[in-house]
């Protein structure tokens, strides 16, 4: 059985991505860092209905305590779908942006990236197969006011993504990025009205995690296995 990691997996896209690879028949592994419950809460339903699942806790802020936490799970046996899907915002217009937002947003998607993709990939590499989808944003495609720091880092992983593909692509490892408009969950409800988004998306509605999710699991099955090095929208149409 092959062994699936999602970063921020306790929340609404992670969590359908984590049910997607479970029902894919992967043993997920579900990361959370504040909201351990969720990710618990999570595992157990998943492993109530006959698929693997376990919950992991740790700060992927923190490059020693991530790579500790990781090299131990990966000599268990190698992680091979790494979904990087922890990210948060912290928004304000770029004049009044402090220090602390920019460098915290980063720290999450952009440095949170570095630590554990670093920290898993030797051992994907040794057994000739992997899969790394990294979930950024259509903001890092068409910026959006209040968010240059959001941006910058789902920018800067897609950059990333590009240049580890190229790194990785002789090792049977697909390296590749999705990137969400407007999706219905927690993170973006305080966001985005129904007016606005029936004024934004072409489609009139907000995206399903699972809808995401399935992006997802497409790009980690053996299906994909030509695909690499690529930002893929899914986003109703926005751009």
Same mark, same amino acid.
């Given at each position: 059985?092959?062994? !699936?990691?999602?970063?921020?997996?306790?929340?609404?896209?992670?969590?359908?991505?984590?049910?997607?690879?479970?029902?894919?028949?992967?043993?997920?592994?579900?990361?959370?860092?504040?909201?351990?419950?969720?990710?618990?809460?999570?595992?157990?339903? =998943?492993?109530?209905?006959?698929?693997?699942?376990? !919950?992991?806790?740790?700060?992927?802020?923190?490059?020693?305590?991530?790579?500790?936490?990781?090299?131990?799970?990966?000599?268990?046996? #190698?992680?091979?779908?790494?979904?990087?899907?922890?990210?948060?915002?912290?928004?304000?217009?770029? #004049?009044?942006?402090?220090?602390?937002?920019?460098?915290?947003?980063?720290?999450?998607?952009?440095?949170?990236?570095?630590?554990?993709?670093?920290? =898993?990939?030797?051992?994907?590499?040794?057994?000739?197969?992997?899969?790394?989808?990294?979930?950024?944003?259509?903001? !890092?495609?068409?910026?959006?006011?209040?968010?240059?720091?959001?941006?910058?880092?789902?920018?800067?992983?897609?950059? !990333?993504?590009?240049?580890?593909?190229?790194?990785?692509?002789?090792?049977?490892?697909?390296?590749?990025?999705?990137?969400?408009?407007?999706?219905?969950?927690?993170?973006?409800?305080?966001?985005?009205?129904?007016?606005?988004?029936?004024?934004?998306? #072409?489609?009139?509605?907000?995206?399903?995690?699972?809808?995401?999710?399935?992006?997802?699991?497409?790009?980690?099955?053996?299906?994909?296995?030509?695909?690499?090095?690529?930002?893929?929208?899914?986003?109703?149409?926005?751009?």
């Amino acid at each position: 059985m092959k062994r !699936a990691l999602v970063t921020g997996g306790s929340g609404g896209i992670g969590a359908a991505v984590c049910r997607r690879l479970a029902a894919d028949g992967f043993h997920v592994f579900i990361h959370a860092n504040r909201n351990r419950a969720a990710a618990d809460a999570l595992a157990a339903a =998943l492993e109530a209905g006959g698929a693997r699942a376990t !919950a992991l806790q740790f700060d992927l802020t923190d490059g020693a305590a991530t790579r500790a936490r990781l090299e131990a799970l990966a000599d268990e046996a #190698p992680i091979q779908v790494l979904v990087n899907n922890a990210g948060i915002h912290d928004d304000a217009v770029f #004049p009044g942006m402090s220090a602390q937002q920019w460098h915290g947003v980063l720290d999450v998607s952009l440095n949170g990236f570095f630590h554990v993709t670093q920290s =898993l990939l030797m051992p994907m590499i040794r057994s000739r197969w992997g899969r790394i989808v990294n979930i950024t944003s259509v903001a !890092a495609l068409t910026g959006n006011r209040g968010q240059v720091n959001y941006s910058a880092a789902k920018g800067a992983v897609h950059a !990333a993504t590009k240049s580890l593909a190229l790194e990785l692509a002789s090792r049977g490892i697909t390296v590749n990025a999705v990137a969400p408009g407007i999706v219905g969950t927690a993170m973006s409800e305080g966001s985005f009205n129904a007016e606005a988004i029936a004024r934004l998306v #072409p489609m009139k509605r907000a995206g399903k995690p699972e809808e995401v999710a399935d992006l997802v699991g497409f790009l980690a099955s053996e299906q994909a296995g030509y695909i690499t090095g690529q930002i893929v929208s899914i986003n109703g149409g926005i751009i």
